[in-house]
């Protein structure tokens, strides 16, 4: 089937319209003189369209003088007509093919290498070591034997033991694991306070080294000091300087205002859709595919892929792909009792993806009102949590004590 489409695309075929009273006496005559039609299709019962070849469109001539039908030309297709187009255009269609033969030119080289993973090792010792090992930007893809390469840098390099290594476009994608680190214990020999991350009421104080100065009902700001590890007693010189440790729980509010309309527009895809090309040199588009969108209401969807990435010259090629999908709008309003329910829930869930694992929820308040056509819902979460962290004592913080 492919290898008759082909061939049909070659030697070029038109699409016709025929009209009139005689259609089946019309094919008949066409099978008789040989004139080969493929995918008929009737339309009504005086209409069908139907595929011929340019040869087979000529003989037709004399079947229509016989029964008297109409046949229009819709489309022509081919590369025959094709070629045609650009008979009288010889520059662009050179020029056309000569971009095309540079950019599959220059798709055959690396432009770009991408490292995923490296910490301990940076970006710039990986590159220098592949250009020990002659790859680089600008070097061929198909000199590249992936897996070699990620041999010799599992082997090269002591604290990679993981490598993958893939050739991706004009881009080779290097994907690294590090040896873990050991991390190092928590060092507790510099001075600190603890202080508030957020505004609360305070809930309760555990202070397991430092002096708790705030207790349960008293309201802190932001990097107020909770548990100080400044010590100043009259029977020292001068102040002692500790690691202040403990835990300190608030009570703490979390709030959302979620606005939505009563009367609702939504859009739904009508299955139709038109699509248009184009290629992007640098910051200059040139459209493939011309042609005007034939929806009045629409959805826009852009698809890019990137053919070139020459980041020394700051050069990239990209061809993009629009895609216009034929949309028709519903309107209709909102039961307001069900959408109360849906918006509570979905503001709640919210809220509580943000809440840290510690938190405990304590109350909940849900408040609705009507503004014009949108339902307004304030909700709010009261918490106890965890609200102190760690801060280093200087000089400065020291003059506040």
């Known amino acids: 089937m492919l290898v008759i489409r082909l061939w049909n695309y070659f ?25 080969y039609l493929w995918d008929i299709v009737r339309i009504d019962y005086t209409t069908l369209e ?7 469109f000529k003989e037709l001539k004399e079947v229509v003088k016989r029964v008297g039908c109409r046949v229009n030309i819709i489309e022509k297709k081919g590369y025959p007509f094709f070629v045609h187009k650009f008979k009288y255009r010889k520059m662009f269609g050179l ?5 095309l033969a540079i950019i599959f030119f220059l798709t055959s ?4 290498i991408d490292i995923e993973g490296s910490e301990s090792v940076s970006n710039g010792e990986i590159l220098t070591y592949l250009k020990s090992i002659g790859i680089d930007t600008g070097t061929k ?5 992936t897996a070699e390469v990620k041999k010799q840098l599992l082997t090269h390099i002591d604290s990679i033991v993981f490598a993958r290594v893939e050739v991706k476009g004009t881009k080779l994608l290097i994907e690294i694991k590090e040896s873990a680190a050991i991390p190092d214990s928590e060092d507790k020999d510099y001075p600190c306070n603890i ?18 100065i705030v207790e349960r009902g008293d309201i802190v700001k932001t990097g107020q000091v909770l548990i100080t590890g400044i010590i100043d007693d009259e029977r020292l010189e001068n102040p002692l300087l500790v690691h202040s440790e403990g835990e300190v729980y608030g009570k703490t509010w979390y709030n959302k205002i979620i606005r939505e309309a009563i009367n609702k527009t ?3 895809e009508t ?26 209401n629409y959805i826009e969807r852009e698809n890019s892929k990137k053919i070139i990435d020459w980041k020394f010259i700051k050069l990239s090629v990209e061809i993009i792909e629009h895609k216009y999908f034929e949309v028709k709008t519903n309107n209709f309003t909102q039961d307001i009792d069900s959408l109360k329910q849906t918006v509570a829930v979905r503001g709640v869930q919210q809220i509580m993806e943000k809440l840290p694992q510690d938190a405990r929820v304590v109350s909940k308040d849900v408040v609705y009102s009507v503004e014009d056509n949108y339902l307004v819902t304030k909700i709010s979460i009261e918490v106890i949590e965890q609200i102190g962290q760690k801060d280093k004592i200087t000089s400065d913080s020291f003059k506040e004590e």
Do not use: C, Q
């Open 195 to 212: 202080i508030a991350m957020k505004k609360a009421v305070i809930e309760k104080v555990i202070a397991k080294n430092g002096n708790s």
């Open 141 to 145: 893809k198909k000199t590249i034997d």
């Open 266 to 268: 939504i859009k739904e």
């Open 50 to 56: 139907a595929r011929v070849s340019v040869k087979g």
């Open 11 to 35: 030697r070029g075929y038109v699409i016709i319209r025929v009209e009139g009273l005689t259609l089946e006496k019309f094919i008949n005559l066409a099978i008789a003189r040989d004139v």
């Open 95 to 99: 020029g056309f093919i000569i971009a």
């Open 109 to 112: 080289f690396i432009w770009s």
């Open 271 to 296: 299955g139709n859709v038109h699509s248009t090309k184009e290629i992007k040199i640098g910051k200059k588009r040139i459209h493939l595919i011309n042609g005007d969108i034939p929806f009045d």
